[in-house]
């Protein structure tokens, strides 16, 4: 016989407390990365917001992926002479919704690249804010851009998407040291660079 006093389906206990694992990512690579302690927080504050921050359509900005494209031998990286902003830069793109931004980076770089074969590293590699300025009517925003290392396969064929100029591979190296590059693609570059396996 039930017990009258508590009603059907209440749950006996709070459920234990469940981490968005962006949070937790973002955590973890504020721990790893002292110096991106501030970077970090200002990403997992923007989880919490009511507005959509997976979305575009949050004007005051809103997540993106990229991918630091890595050879099979650790050496080179694939980068896109991107048509809208006029910069070499790694591939990446919106999240369009989805929260998974491993796989937003995994797609973006299949897609702007034509590489097939590739495989995403778990853990966020690098965070970076930036400004977009305003173009064709959408106003200027801020992308709260979540980095992955993606590694190439055997086959290192790429084709040029539409969004693009051109694409490159370029020595880590090269980029790490590079004035002609954005800053925050150099800093991922040297922090490549100082992965013992590379």
């Known amino acids: 016989m039930s017990n009258p006093a508590v009603p059907p389906f209440a749950p006996v206990a709070d459920p234990p407390a469940t981490v ?3 949070a937790r990512a973002f955590t973890d690579f504020g721990v790893l990365h002292p110096g991106q302690q501030a970077v970090a ?3 997992i504050a923007l989880l919490g917001d009511a507005d959509d921050p997976f ?3 949050r004007l005051a900005g809103h997540f993106t992926a990229s991918a630091l494209v890595v050879s099979g031998d650790g050496q080179r990286t694939l980068l896109t002479h991107h048509r809208k902003l006029g910069l070499w830069l790694q591939p990446g793109g919106h999240a369009d919704g989805d929260r998974d931004l491993a796989r937003v980076a995994l797609r973006e770089t299949e897609e702007e690249t034509a590489l097939v074969g590739v495989t ?3 853990g966020v ?3 970076d804010r930036h400004w977009i300025p305003e173009h064709k009517g959408i106003p200027g925003h801020w992308h709260y851009d979540v980095r992955y290392v993606v590694r190439a396969g055997a086959n290192e064929t790429f084709a040029v998407s539409e969004e693009s100029h051109a694409l490159a591979w370029r020595a880590i190296e090269e980029v790490a040291e590079g004035d002609a590059y954005d800053a925050s693609l150099r800093r991922m570059a040297r922090r490549w660079l100082e992965v013992p396996s590379g």
Do not use: G, I, K, S
């Open 20 to 22: 968005d694992p962006l």
């Open 120 to 122: 995403v590293q778990p």
């Open 55 to 57: 979305e575009r359509a």
């Open 125 to 127: 590699f690098d965070l």
């Open 41 to 43: 927080d200002a990403f």
